[in-house]
């Protein structure tokens, strides 16, 4: 089992990323998939989940009208589109993929930076 972030780096205040985590291993169609994100010195955040059955959505309050998560089960990638990003959205984001209570998997993180 595998997941593999990309799509992080450094980016000015109001600007945009979009991070990819591409999953290998299971059956990504089955799983509900979530983003993550934990910056220095505090504990991780959940940050939006898709589910698998009809492509919902679930926002934390900070990130709802800014980042955009999706899906590609044909790709077996989950994305994060983030706008506005702020100093703030500074943190080292994870997928995570979720089935039932048993079978819970997490990427490696991949470093989001946010200043001018």
């Known amino acids: 089992v595998q997941l593999v972030e990309s799509g992080g780096g450094l980016v000015q205040p109001g600007g945009s990323l979009r991070l990819s985590c591409a999953a290998s291993?299971?059956?990504?169609?089955?799983?509900?998939m979530k983003w993550y994100r934990q910056a220095p010195g505090k504990t991780r955040e959940w940050v939006a989940t898709?589910?698998?059955?009809?492509?919902?959505?679930v926002y934390a309050d900070s990130m709802k009208g800014r980042f955009t998560i999706s899906r590609d089960n044909a790709k077996n990638t989950v994305y994060l589109q983030m706008n506005s990003l702020k100093p703030e959205d500074t943190a080292v984001y994870y997928c995570?993929?979720?089935?039932?209570?048993?079978?819970?998997?997490w990427g490696q993180g991949t470093q989001v930076t946010v200043s001018s």
């Open positions: 291993g299971f059956t990504f169609s089955s799983y509900v």
């Open positions: 898709i589910t698998n059955t009809d492509g919902r959505t």
């Open positions: 995570n993929a979720v089935r039932g209570s048993r079978y819970d998997y």
